[in-house]
């Protein structure tokens, strides 16, 4: 080895490692057979999507099963609104009936539609307004219900004629199939958008940051690859955990996130040992023993972070925790076999400046940018600058720091939490202000509450006499209004009620008094008879109330796992303990960010939203991702300083060298995550703007403030206090640094036995 010690390291990542460099060609071509096997396996048994009851909890969920398991026929429902725009033409005005005359006409004439009622029907009417000038026309399209969309562009043609016809009345359609039709095609498109600009947003910037085509091409490489693989996977792991459909999506963000990120801190160190003068062997044993294992300690963590999610007892939460626990997990287990190979094998040809010198040739050198990746570790000189401020004044730049992101996170104290709606779609789509109309004329017809009832007869006298008696009281108390409906399955052993509710606080009661008294002294009297209630509302208080029973032990699951794992790290309590607050500041900044944008509407017209609340699901999903993903950056900057401090320099000094050495590749990992989540923010569904904006601005608020000024003022602070460890702590097991940390040089440390590096 030209000179070098070749003692081997210790740990796992840099055996794993070791290996791979050596049988580079056995580990990319396992590799690739792995995702390829994972990949036609995941497609040939499919991914089993979650039964519409496992996404609730409580009684919604025993009620949502009851109605999934009885055989209703699949149909998609629809509604003609018809109202008077002037408040002049009443319900049974001439022009009003035959405006519904018409609308029954056309729509029956596309041969779609069946069961359809008007509000004069004598025996089962549509429902009327209490205002006088608005009634429905409901029906139900023929065939199946899952591919109704596909058949009913004709009916909202037909009512579309309708209202041409008749200009004094708003006359629109609204239900399953054509919100199917006229925005989950969109919000579609809107998810394959967003997927097909990450790739090339993440491909320019580090083209952009390293002017390096390999660099580029291997991140991503290895995100996609991962991505492939715990997709596959997923697929058999559904068979026993159902997922919901958004769960891949959640995969992908994840996926490039992690992907990118351990790929930049393992090239970005085998570029730094080789400009430092270390044989090709040497410079990959460096970066496996020190940027592998930090790569290891970072995935296990946000792993750890994502298992949290099973404490919840939900199963779109317990779902993506599964996916994102596999893609992460890919990515780590490619970013420490098939990355090391894939750099043996092109060598120094990873530090071609290939894009470089074609911008340069053509620009005839007006357009050039000094090389980032390999080289000697500086950090860039708006990084010295900081750095150098923040270590002369440690208090100063800790207080402040603080003091800004505790004021950011102020307003997370009045955050308003609520379910996603029909206000959840944003953006110009007609169907949304149709449903709003509707809801405002019929208060909680759209979303009703739903009493599911087993029994082994529903049809018997003594049973409708109990179902007769429930819509009674439910009504006569004011708990709930018209319009109410029946429903028995073909087996005569399931019957549902739809009350129309309230919403808000009212909602909320009317759920509680069905469940508490109506319910219980009516149809669930009756003996051997199952009843409970579902609906959005009852679905959204038995989420609180599942959240508020388990948020508290996800929340602690996952600092205790994370802190005995930094502590075993690291072999530091203050150390383990700084990482927990900080990554804690950052999400409650995070969330008071998202309360001032999305809930106080600050930037509403510059993203094209409403402002209102915030999705209930949202906090504890962001706590657990940023945690995850903000270890990332805590991990790899305290690795290198620790790193250093190992090597003899001073807690001062190792701080320095550890945030400038890793301070360009940071910055470039963070800029990526930074611009694909923005994307997902650009979304027409509310639930994921605020999901893009959330975790966008909190991986800006994490790399930039906390770990460019917080972290190294707290460690100035420390001094060599940072590295204490109780007696008493001594039994947890150590997680190796490395083999020798004489073996990492001071960044000035003049290079010796250097070959020459080729660079375009």
């Known amino acids: 080895m030209t000179g070098e010690r070749s003692r081997k390291t210790r740990n796992v990542a840099a055996r794993v490692g070791g290996w791979s460099a050596r049988h580079r060609w056995w580990a990319i071509l396992i590799w690739l057979g792995f995702v390829v096997l ?56 001439p022009e009003f009936r035959q405006a519904v005359q018409d609308v029954q006409s056309a729509v029956e004439a596309t041969g779609q539609v069946e069961h359809l009622r008007t509000p004069y029907d004598p025996a089962a009417p549509a429902p009327r307004a209490g205002d006088g000038i608005t009634a429905l026309v409901l029906f139900d399209m023929t065939g199946a219900g899952d591919t109704a969309d596909e058949r009913v562009q004709p009916v909202l043609d037909a009512v579309a004629g309708v209202q041409a016809r008749h200009p004094d009345l708003r006359i629109e359609q609204a239900g399953a199939a054509s919100i199917q039709r006229l925005a989950g095609v969109a919000v579609n498109e809107d998810f394959q958008r967003a997927e097909a600009l990450s790739l090339p947003i993440t491909a320019i910037i580090l083209l952009i940051a390293f002017g390096t085509l390999l660099p580029t091409l291997i991140p991503l490489g290895v995100s996609m690859t991962a991505f492939f693989a715990a997709t596959g ?84 939460f317990m779902g993506f925790a599964q996916g994102t626990i596999l893609v992460v997990l890919a990515a780590m287990v490619a970013s420490v076999t098939v990355l090391p190979a894939t750099l043996a094998v092109f060598g120094d040809a990873v530090d071609a400046r290939v894009i470089h010198g074609i911008v340069r040739v053509v620009t005839r050198g007006r357009v050039t940018w000094p090389r980032r990746l390999g080289g000697r570790a500086g950090g860039g000189r708006a990084w010295n600058v900081v750095l150098t401020g923040v270590l002369r004044r440690p208090w100063l730049s800790t207080v402040l720091t603080v003091g800004v992101l505790v004021a950011l996170a102020v307003p997370a104290l009045g955050m308003r939490l609520n379910q996603a709606g029909i206000d959840d779609l944003q953006g110009d789509y007609p169907i949304a202000a149709t449903f709003k109309a509707i809801d405002k004329a019929f208060p909680g017809g759209n979303e009703p509450a739903t009493v599911a009832v087993k029994a082994p007869d529903v049809s018997s006298a003594a049973m409708q006499e109990a179902i007769g008696r429930l819509k009674e009281r439910a009504l006569a108390s004011g708990v709930a209004h018209e319009p109410v409906s029946v429903q028995v399955n073909p087996a005569g052993t399931v019957a549902t009620v739809s009350l129309s509710i309230g919403y808000g606080d009212d909602g909320r009661k009317a759920v509680e008094a069905l469940r508490e008294t109506i319910v219980p002294e009516t149809v669930g009297a009756q003996p051997g008879t199952q009843a409970y209630v579902t609906g959005a509302m009852a679905a959204t208080v038995d989420f609180n109330r ?21 502590l075993s790290s690291f072999r530091s309590l203050m150390v383990a303990i700084q990482a927990i607050v900080l990554n804690l500041l950052s999400v409650a900044a995070a969330y008071g960010v998202l309360v001032l944008v999305f809930q106080d509407g600050h930037g ?89 904006v959330g975790l966008a601005v909190a991986i800006l608020i994490d790399a930039t403030v906390v770990r460019a000024v917080l972290l190294p003022a707290t460690m100035k602070l420390f001094g060599d206090r940072a590295w204490y460890l109780p007696g008493w702590l001594n039994w947890l097991p150590a997680l190796s640094h490395g083999e020798d940390p004489a073996e990492v040089e001071a960044a000035d440390q003049p290079a010796t036995t250097r070959e020459p590096v080729p660079v375009s």
């Open 38 to 93: 994972a990949t036609v396996v995941g497609n040939a048994v499919g991914t089993t999507p979650m039964k519409s009851y496992e996404g609730q909890n409580g009684d919604s969920r025993r009620a949502q099963q009851i109605i999934d398991e009885a055989g209703f026929p699949d149909v998609a429902g629809e509604m003609v609104l018809v109202q008077s725009r002037d408040g002049r033409i009443t319900v049974d005005s």
């Open 233 to 316: 996977l997923l697929a058999l792991a559904s068979k026993l955990l159902h997922v919901a459909d958004t769960t891949t999506n959640m995969m992908l963000l994840i996926g490039l996130a992690v992907g990118v990120d351990y790929s930049l801190f393992y090239v970005r160190r085998e570029r730094e040992e080789r400009a430092r003068g270390r044989s090709k062997e040497r410079a990959l044993e460096i970066a496996a023993a020190t940027s592998g294992r930090a790569v290891l300690i970072s995935g296990v963590t946000v792993i750890v972070a994502m298992a949290g999610m099973f404490l919840t007892g939900h199963g779109v």
């Open 546 to 566: 599942q959240m508020s029973r388990t948020a508290p032990l996800v929340i602690a699951f996952v600092l205790l796992l994370a802190f005995v794992l930094l």
């Open 604 to 692: 509403a017209d510059l993203l094209g939203f409403t402002p209102g609340a915030i999705v209930n699901w949202l906090p504890l999903f962001l706590f657990v991702i940023l945690f995850g993903l903000s270890m990332d950056y805590q991990v790899f900057i305290l690795s290198r300083i620790r790193e250093a401090y190992d090597s003899g320099m001073s807690t001062e000094r190792a701080v320095t060298h550890g945030i400038k050495s890793s301070a360009g590749v940071v910055t470039s990992a963070a800029l990526i995550m930074v611009a694909v989540f923005a994307v997902f923010g650009t979304m027409s569904l509310l639930s994921f703007k605020q999901m893009g």
